[in-house]
């Protein structure tokens, strides 16, 4: 009895990693593709192209209070959801911000779930995380430095999973 | 009792012709000597799940991410089973071989837990998955949970206590969030074993957990920092009705502990007016603890009226002016009484509460009166001093007691 039931709990677990793998892996074909844009960085630590991981901000990342509906988020690391809208160039831009939830509507929105970090007085913005504003292994894109402004296209998938499938570099 | 200590002991009996040598002989020889070995095995378990987990986390130099988790999987795996093998050997021998099959195969299965929930954040990590729950630690908690009712070993359920409240602290350092099925996963389930394995060492970071559990709620969910005293008071008057009474010492004394604690934090935090400026103060908040104080001082009175001193601590002072020096001064009231009573009736754990509550409540005022005042250095010689000498006044009249005590039992 307590041998089968060992068995049980190990394919349990089992289970739980190879579905979580599954579910992962199926990103390719179920992910929402979005483009989006990074802000160049103001301030260039070094003016050489990037080998390896490269940090960036978004212009998703800065949210002006005027797009702000009804709730603000009030916790840092809170959960806030952003509602993103496609552009004439097919890049994806803040439309709507709101600290409950928010629904996309039709092929050319998308909904992200960030974390809300600061309000700038100075510059009346919110300032929100992502997850994705490191981006692995730049290097296998092309070569890019730190003060281009680069377009990223990414893939969100359920559960917060994303993955970056191009970089490129704005007006090319 | 330890075997040397016995051994000596037992000289003096047999010198006083309470039993013979022979006697002695057939006693000693039933203390076999702890084998300590176990620690060993323990301590390596330790340090390659700990090794193991940092390994995960460092980017592994260019492996393909799908061999890196099929090798993390056939190592859990492999973990399991051969734990499994060792744990079902261990039926079958003799004694001492039986025990060591044990510890092997509990160490193998507890590695083999470390394992999965190391695979579990790797597949999060190679993914790239950002997760704004906690749900892959509540995972891996159940899962300690369902392991350790097969196999009840206490190092496998200590782990994944630890995880549970780790669970809750992440919770809130990472999301600003609480989060509810982590406590109910703790004080439920975890709650069932720690009630009925009567453990010392369960009992106690339980009781931690749940302290440290409920700082969280107040600090995320809770509209003011006082409700902090109900959610105490709670765990204080409730931890009286578990019928087990090591669980239930270890609950109260971990609750005046917090309460304490929480109030040597209160007693700075009255001081700032910006901090009091900022407070409002909620009519439910009195409506309730007025409630739950008057309960807990019906029930005490009625059970053991001499701690009915306890209720002090968890009386609110905010409200009051200069309401610092009352916080400091209820403290202080506590342990003074606890050390009058406890010296009077010699009860030895409360001499002991009454002899901590009065360093703490001591060096909290000391704290508060000498910090801006004095120059730094001598701050703090003088707190050294006055503490020294404070235990050792407290620590010779504890002796003297526990002499005499023993002078009545002869």
């Known amino acids: 009895m307590k041998r089968l039931l060992f068995y049980l709990v190990i394919l349990l677990q089992l289970f739980v990693l190879l579905f979580l793998i599954f579910q992962f892996e199926k990103i390719d074909q179920t992910g929402h593709e979005v483009k989006i844009q990074t802000l160049s960085s103001d301030f260039p630590v070094y003016d050489d192209f990037i080998r390896s991981d490269l940090y960036v901000d978004y212009d998703i990342n800065k949210i002006a209070s005027d797009k702000w509906n009804d709730s603000l988020p009030s916790d840092y690391n809170s959960r806030v959801y952003v509602l993103l809208q496609k552009d004439k160039m097919n890049v994806y831009r803040t439309r709507e911000a709101s600290a409950d939830k928010l629904e996309a509507k039709g092929e050319d929105e998308a909904v992200l779930v960030g974390t809300y970090q600061y309000y700038d007085v100075d510059r009346d913005v919110y300032y929100v995380n992502y997850g994705f504003e490191k981006i692995k292994g730049v290097d296998q894109f092309g070569g890019f430095k730190q003060t281009d402004q680069l377009i990223v296209t990414l893939l969100i998938g359920k559960w917060g999973q994303y993955k970056v499938i191009n970089i490129e570099k704005w007006n090319e | ?410």
């Open chain 2, 1 to 410: 009792m330890n075997k040397e200590k016995l051994r000596k002991e037992g000289k003096n009996w047999v010198k006083d012709g309470i039993i013979t040598d022979q006697q002695l002989e057939a006693i000693l020889n039933k203390y076999v000597k702890k084998d300590q070995s176990y620690l060993l095995i323990l301590f390596s378990v330790l340090l390659i799940g700990i090794g193991v987990l940092i390994f995960i986390f460092s980017d592994w130099a260019q492996v393909p991410h799908f061999s890196r988790l099929s090798i993390m999987i056939f190592c859990m795996l492999t973990f399991y089973i051969v734990g499994h093998y060792f744990a079902k050997r261990s039926t079958t021998q003799e004694e001492d071989s039986q025990r060591r099959s044990h510890i092997y195969g509990m160490s193998f299965i507890i590695l083999g837990y470390i394992f999965f929930g190391a695979t579990l954040f790797l597949i999060l990590n190679v993914y790239q998955v950002h997760y704004l729950n906690v749900w892959p630690f509540i995972i891996w908690s159940i899962v300690g949970l369902l392991l350790y009712s097969i196999y009840e070993n206490p190092t496998l359920f200590v782990l994944a206590l630890l995880i549970t409240i780790f669970t809750q602290i992440y919770s809130a350092f990472a999301f600003s969030t609480y989060s509810s099925i982590a406590f109910l996963i703790f004080s439920l389930g975890y709650f069932y074993f720690v009630f009925h394995r009567s453990n010392p060492v369960f009992n106690y970071i339980f009781a931690i957990g749940l302290s440290i559990q409920l700082v969280i709620h107040t600090v995320i969910e809770a509209p003011e920092y006082y409700w902090m005293i109900f959610f105490f008071l709670l765990m204080y008057t409730l931890a009286h009705i578990i019928p087990k009474p090591h669980l239930r010492q270890s609950l109260i004394y971990i609750s005046l502990l917090s309460i304490f604690i929480f109030k040597i934090y209160e007693s700075f935090l009255l001081q700032e007016s910006y901090f009091l400026e900022d407070m409002h103060i909620q009519v439910s908040f009195f409506v309730i603890i007025s409630i739950c104080l008057f309960g807990a001082f019906v029930y005490k009175r009625r059970t053991n009226p001499s701690e009915l001193i306890d209720l002090l601590l968890f009386l609110p002072l905010f409200y009051l002016p200069f309401s610092f020096l009352f916080v400091i001064l209820s403290m202080f009231v506590f342990s003074v009484y606890w050390l009058v009573v406890g010296f009077q009736r010699k009860l030895e754990d409360k001499i002991i509460i009454g002899i901590m509550s009065f360093i703490i409540s001591t060096f909290t005022a000391y704290i508060q009166f000498a910090w801006e005042t004095l120059n730094k250095s001598l701050f703090f010689l003088l707190g050294g001093i006055l503490l020294f000498l404070i235990s050792f006044i407290l620590e010779r009249k504890r002796r003297t007691t526990e002499i005499e005590k023993g002078g009545h039992t002869k």
